[in-house]
């Protein structure tokens, strides 16, 4: 059958516009999305407000004469006791103290034991179980390098008073100990300053949150030895047996918290930049603090860095001064001396100065060699380290006496407490990497996210959700190491470098490149329906016409 | 007597620097920890006097007169790093003077103690060595030849057609390639303080890249606040020198930004002089005037940021610097120069010292050595091509053969169909 002419311009416009309209358009729109991957959003949203629940686990053995035999028996066997702070209003933290009896001291792994003294304790130094008893009149409590710590009840606790007064009396001062030695409220909100933006109560808190490097995964350690006079001093350090010694078991405990690498080197004719003064009173030269700041930068352009990394650089410096400028001290903001005869720059390093002319000898021939005192400069760099990484509390309570932390340089409720907080601040960067990644890719929505970032994405979330709940059960090791995995998975789906919101188009360049492609091929098919509306509407107007 | 001597020096303190003062007593009494003498003091005086106004800084100063100790000098600047951002977009030998002014900020900043690691310095093109440069292996910022802004240790780390937009944005928002080096990365933390400076040729809204390719203030601003999500930079000081320069930190939402443009919207900033000798201009005028400011700045100077603001005046401009303030929580001025252009470092007195003297009984460990894997070279040498996968047709394709195809038919008519089927 033949069609007219008309009858089929019109079949063949309807036609066309069907393929474009079924065919085209939804074509059009699958080849021109994005791929975008599936992600956890309503498990990131439940992250975005944390909850944290830490709880540390403590034993309190009660020593001989503190409780009578009848009230032994009737002693808790845990108790728990809770406290919720609200931080910037969307984070609660609940503090949960464990109390359980137990007449064993064994060394449980991350708890800490509290020993509660009678009064009139005798004091005896023991070795074996490293409790030393002491004889301090206002010393009501010491803390031990391990975990332990000794509490003595007070004057107005006589054994005549009931357990319930004596409980009274004790859970207050064990949270004391506990504040010291696991955490406390400033070092939780210090932790979490990446979420919050906190008003501190005092400039240390201020000072020790900038001094500490944030937590990294690794951290790059760099020993230099500055001789800027080689002509008069042969200097010989023996480095590598140094760190072995010294630095090695301190990093190998931390070695939870980060990975280490360390290397050294001797840089030569490398001056400090800074000319120190004569002071006749002290026939030496000197440094004053306020000129200390200058130091550093003309050393740092020289220093270098092997780093392959991009992990922290800490950078201890050993300067050992010409001998024209020997001997050379540093001296504080108050003219006083430094015993350390060092100094440190928040989130950088230290440099100590090394004074070698005590090792002239009578007629000095010049090269002179000099075997430097790696005991001495050690002892500097490690606390210079400690202070660092984070490692030094704030000055305890009063009444309280501190041991010294041993060899390695830390004890182990500090290292608990260094766990803590890491963990903490792990889980809060963790979270808010996630939480603005989400946000991130919500926004745009022409950026391309493939499985890759959507893998780590998911194992970031669940790594995190592990982590809480570990918090939470009071395991700290494995509650670091999933807060680690957690800040590795998240800061590499953040970081992907396919991410580039390169992809912005404002609305009007959009249409300024689909028209030239769409209107040409549009323009016939519109002008051709809208013929046939038209004479369909006019041939109707004649069929009305014709029926009046 | 003592009571008297003390209320002297404070009112005197208060009254030299002439600012008003509102004394908070609570704060007072708890943050200053002082005797409650002095404290009855400024009750005192206050209710004597009318009441005066502290700002903040003014707090702080006086905080860190009275307490001797070193945590007094972190109130004033939150940062304990510095890195500078220095880029240049515009290439071919008549663009001369934009290197030179990315150079000349290059070496006040280095000047004043930013070390190379910390300074990412983007060239789109070599001046220094150009065929055409008169005088090989010298950027000059000033006619006669005054000071040769290129020195002897410069350290370019984008050069040439490294420099684009996309490199630019992943080093600000740091999702570089993991083979990226060190130096090539912008490795800074919560606790930095950014300067970024751009010069080239720009608009309303966007800033020209190597001449084929744009950066819009929208996509600078998503920049900066993922920077801020990130908490890559604790302040950050954004300084352009373009024309139109002011409508590109029209869009900035991220806290702690302040930003200094060397014209307004509809202005353009020009030039400064020519070179007969080397025949092209040197500087930029905005720059030009910056680079004589930044010349007076040594480590220890107490310039603040209202000084910058009034760097190039409309007498010497002939456009209108203007700067942006509202996003930055301190006041401009209690900002240093140094804060941002220099690298003051803050410095502690170590008080203690572990005692080594009694050594660690030798552990009996065996110690895993073990090289650091840098890059999985073999993974990368033997890695197959990446498979592609089929994507059909796009719009544009179809779009063209729907055209083709129309034309085809409206010209020969469908009965021709069966000659091609």
Known sequence: MFLSERRRGQLAALSIAAVVIIVGVPLWWRTTETYRAWLPVSQIKELAKLQLQLSADVEVVFARGTVTPEQQKKVPLTQTQEEERAIDGDLIILFLILLIRNTKLESKFFSCHVLFLPEDTALRYSTQADLYLLAFQDVNVYIGQRRTALLRIGPQMRVGKTLEQLLAHLEPRIKQVLQVMSFSHNDITAALSDRVRFSPDNKESIADSMRAFKSSPGYEITFSLLNPDPKSHRLHWDIEGAVQTYIQPLLTKLSPVANFSIDSQTLYYTMLGVNPRFDTSRSAYTLNADSLAHVINPVEARLGSNAASSNPVLNFLLYVPDAQHSPLYIQGRKKQEVPSNAFHSPRWGGIMVYNVNGFYGSEPEFPVDINIDMAKVMGVFLAQLRLLLGVQSSTPPPGFLVARCGSTGLADWELDRLMWSRSVENVATATT???????????????????????????????????????????????????????????????????????????????????????????????????????????????????? | MKTHVLFNLFATFLLADGLNIEVSVFDFSLQLQISHRFVFLILNFTRNVAPLLINTQLFTRFLSRISQDSAGQFFSSGHTNNWAVLVCTSRFWFNYRHVANTLSVYRSVKRLGIPDSHIVLMLADDMACNHRNPKPATVFSHKNMELNVYGDDVEVDYRGYEVTVENFLRVLTGRLPPSTPRSKRLLSDDRSNILIYLTGHGGNGFLKFQDSEEISNVELADAFEQMWQKRRYNELLFIIDTCQGASMYERFYSPNLMALASSQVGEDSLSHQPDLAIGVHLMDRYTFYLLEFLEDIHPASKANMNDLFKVCPKSQCVSTPGHRTDLFLRDPGSVLITDFFGSVRKVEITTEAIDLTDPIKEVEERYMHSYVDQLPVSEIIHQKPKQKDWHPPDGFILGLWTLILLVFFQTYGVKHLRHIF
Do not use: W
């Open chain 1, 433 to 548: 990497t996630i939480t603005s990644l989400a946000q991130l890719l919500d926004q745009i929505g022409n950026i391309v996210i493939n499985d890759n970032i959507a893998q780590q994405v998911s194992s970031a979330v669940t790594s995190l959700q592990l982590a809480v709940a570990e918090l939470e059960a009071g395991n700290l090791g494995f509650a670091l190491q999933y807060s680690k995995e957690a800040i590795l998975a998240s800061e590499k789906a953040f970081f992907d470098p396919s991410l580039l919101h390169l992809l912005y188009f404002p609305d009007d360049q959009k249409f300024a490149i689909y028209i030239p492609l769409f209107l040409p091929m549009c323009v016939p098919i519109l002008l051709s329906l809208l013929k046939i509306v038209s004479e369909a509407r006019q041939r109707r107007r004649e069929k009305q016409a014709k029926k009046d």
